[in-house]
């Protein structure tokens, strides 16, 4: 809006027309300057205050340049005001085109007077200030204030006379009253002073934050907020204090409600356990708790305590809370006896790693003993906070490589498990998946079976070369027995299929293909093992379904992926297989054995992988048949060096889960299972077999950033 515009907007309570005004506007300045005063006092949000001051000085005391922008003192100079009352100084603006920026202050303002907006050093960031305030200090103030902006700068020397005498202390009229409320409701505190103090209210003596008004509102008051109530009241006489008044909650009556359930416990012969519950209700509860649903005598508080156990004490106990108004019954929890307590020993010890920096490590440890042990991490002998599982999983950096154990305890002695070094590696050495491979069986009744994959990884691009293979009658020559005659595959782009390879056909690339990964050597050109090597596929997950191309087939046969990137050429933006995965009919006392190979061999820098059996979880996705409950172990050679039957809702199973786009497992008592594991470069197999009945199962594994 142009400034004329701007101004006739201001003036139309004239009632005039636009181009009056604006032949008025051109021709009287006096008039200009009143209506932008007038305008600035009305905008401002102590709007009330400027008006006031402005009906004190004239438009007469008004003075301007015609054609320049200048600023008004209001009232003007000097000002008079008494001690305890409000003194206000304003600036309006006159003149155009445009108003002061800033102003700056120099000297010092009487006692009690502050600037809107407030200094910052001597300068107010404003193009309307006001200096006001209630004044303390009997006495005369001179200071100058210095409008600027871009074009100009104007000084006005400003005389503050202050008279009278020293400022009364308050005086407490109308005491806080003490309340009665009942919980849950609302209490309110009033208090009425003179002398224009300023207040803090107090509770049992401690000053409440935020509460400076003569009034004090409490809400949805609990028992935690009974207490003595007390005001200040003060100014520049002085304080005065109010009485204490009492604050007062009554209990709403309520039947009982149990907020923490006595927890499950496994002990030993000759130990102690302890059941605890927690619960709420008015009037007071009380308690009588149950083995196996029939009271124990005594037994009536919030906690159980059985001391010197024996076989015998083992069993369910729960505990009825009552009052008044009802009572309930708490869930029951079992207590587990051990027939003698044993000291905790160290089963698999932690073990040192070589990690790339920025990259996880995972410490493990497996031990025994009972009761059940608990565990504490240590680095460089010092407690780690919050380091309290069996795994242990750090971040490489230059800050947390060093030594670590494990203090293992139980009710009978503690253990501490040898030393693990964390090594962060100072090469450029990619650690990361190379191969996964696939043993299983195809059969009439189970005919076919998907592999899984991910190209990709943080900050890669490009194409990379895959070699895909399904081996039936090669295995023969490995003493493998009752081979898959004819395998077949297909591959799949989502749902698209792209590729198929029935018998592989002797061709040399793939011979070559073969050698270049380490994969083993087909046993003649026309066996009817199948393969297909691509030297460029994009980087996206991919299926391959694996089949008999003979209908009715059956036997042994082996799926594998290989990562045929040359080794010489990988770098940190070459995409890798971060994911490899099977999904498979597992028949009841039959297993399920996945190869996978961390690279490069020969490598030293450790890759840390998430590996999952997935079962039960696979219920949400409306997979019909699935395993009840997988487990799961990882063999290094033939040494089993991690193992797991239910992974127990461990958080840091949860977190790895996370970072690689994992589906979640919401049950977190679910007997599905999973290893968080670092493992150094070389080949390992995790074999799954069902505890009781088979059905369909997937198993994962995933590279972990």
Known sequence: MNSFAAIAGRLQWLNLPVVLLVTLLQRTPVLRVASTAGEIIHASPIGAVLRAAATVASLGALHSLAGATQYVQNPPSPVTGAVGTRVTVAFTITGSPQPPNFFTLQGSLPPGLDTIPALQGNRIQSDAPVITGIATQAGTF???VTGSCGAYSQTDTITIVITGGAVAAPTITTQPSGLVVASGANAAFTVVATGSPTYQWRKDGVPLGGATA????????QAVNQGTYSVVATNAGGA????NATLTVTPVSAAPAITSQPVSQVSAVGLSTTFAVTATGTPALTYQWLKNSTPIAGATGPTLTLSGLTLG??????VNVTNSFGTVTSAAATLNVNAAATAPAIRVPPSSVTMSSGGTAVFNVSASGSPAPTFQWRRNGLPLAAATTPALVVKATTETAGVYSVVVTNAVNSTISPNATLTVATTAEISRLINLSILTNI???????TIGTVLGGAATFGNKPLLVRAVGPSLGALGVPGVLDDPTFEMFAGSTSFA??????????LSNAFAQVGAFAYVAGNSKDAALFNPSIPARDYTVRVSSGVTGGSGAVIAELYDASPGATFTATTPRLINVSVRKQIDTGATLTAGFVIGP????????????AIGPGLGVFGVPGTMPDPKLELFSGGTVIAASDNWGGD??????GTAVGAFAIANLQSKDAMILVTLAPGNYTAQVTGVGPGGVALVEVYEVP
């Open 601 to 612: 061999i020969g490598g030293t820098a450790a890759r840390t992988v998430l590996v999952r």
């Open 313 to 318: 004490d083992a069993g369910n106990y729960a």
């Open 651 to 656: 958080a840091q199973l949860t977190a790895a």
């Open 500 to 509: 198929t390879n029935d018998n592989w056909g002797g061709a040399a690339a």
């Open 443 to 449: 059969s009439a009744a189970d005919p076919d079976f």
């Open 240 to 243: 005065a204090t109010s009485n």
């Open 142 to 144: 001179t200071f100058s």
């Open 214 to 221: 003569a009034a004090l509102t409490l809400t949805n008051v």
